[in-house]
């Protein structure tokens, strides 16, 4: 079945310590996001990939990275620079990165601080 | 910054009830209007979307009305089950650097009971 996978369903961070989300998906698709989910507001767009190799960042961008060398595969870097980084991260994706497309999602990455 | 504003934030209904949740936006790149339905730990999953050459779309017992003048749109849920219990996500596509994405409402949580 085709959709969006992500890894690990649950994650601990330590203070100073980067953190890696994965994100993999066999949709075919170009374009991918990440967002983070926090109680009362909604999805917040942090990376967003129209195309393998090309990414841009979205609204709330600071104290993440991410690189897209596979089509995919989209991963997410939370580093130590993110102050508040307990939430509920969101992967998805859509056939192309005009907004006019639906998009699918995984079912989510839940980082907490230890 | 573009925004989506979605209404009411929590709304609780009787089984066999209707449900009804609003969303109004700003401008638009595209005409494409998706709703979402959240469960909890879980990812959005596209519910009903419309392209408005239309000004409503039926799908069971869900229907979105749109009306382009007022930039307002809203999801309709006839004879509501507890099943429907979740949290609804409305989206309008903006423009964003040279594409699109879609902008998300804050959420609606549902709960319909027996």
């Known amino acids: 079945d085709g959709g969006i996978t992500q890894s690990p369903k649950y994650l601990f961070r330590k203070e100073g310590q980067n953190v890696t989300l994965s994100c993999e998906q066999n949709?075919?698709?170009?374009?991918m996001y990440w967002y983070r989910q926090d109680p009362g507001q909604g999805l917040r767009l942090i990376y967003y990939?129209?195309?393998?190799?090309?990414?841009q960042k979205g609204d709330i961008a600071e104290g993440y990275s991410v690189s897209r060398e596979k089509k995919e595969s989209f991963p997410l870097t939370v580093t130590s620079a993110q102050k508040n980084p307990t939430a509920f991260y969101l992967c998805?994706?859509?056939?192309?990165?005009?907004?006019?497309?639906?998009?699918?999602f995984g079912d989510g990455t839940r980082l907490s601080i230890l | 910054q573009q925004q989506v504003k979605q209404s009411p934030q929590s709304l609780i209904v009787q089984k066999g009830g209707i449900s009804i949740i609003n969303c109004a936006y700003e401008n638009t790149a595209f005409d494409y209007f998706p709703w979402y339905q959240q469960f909890p730990g879980k990812g959005p999953a596209l519910l009903i979307a419309?392209?408005?050459?239309?000004s409503e779309k039926k799908e069971g017992r869900f229907t979105i009305s749109f009306n382009k003048s007022a930039k307002q749109f809203s999801l309709h849920i006839m004879d509501s089950q507890p099943g429907d219990s979740a949290t609804y996500f409305c989206a309008a596509p903006m423009i964003y650097n040279q594409g699109g994405k879609l902008i998300f409402g804050q959420g609606t949580e549902l709960s319909v009971k027996p």
């Open positions: 419309i392209r408005p050459d239309v």
């Open positions: 998805a994706s859509s056939l192309t990165g005009y907004g006019n497309q639906p998009q699918h």
């Open positions: 990939s129209q195309i393998v190799n090309d990414f």
């Open positions: 949709l075919n698709h170009d374009a």
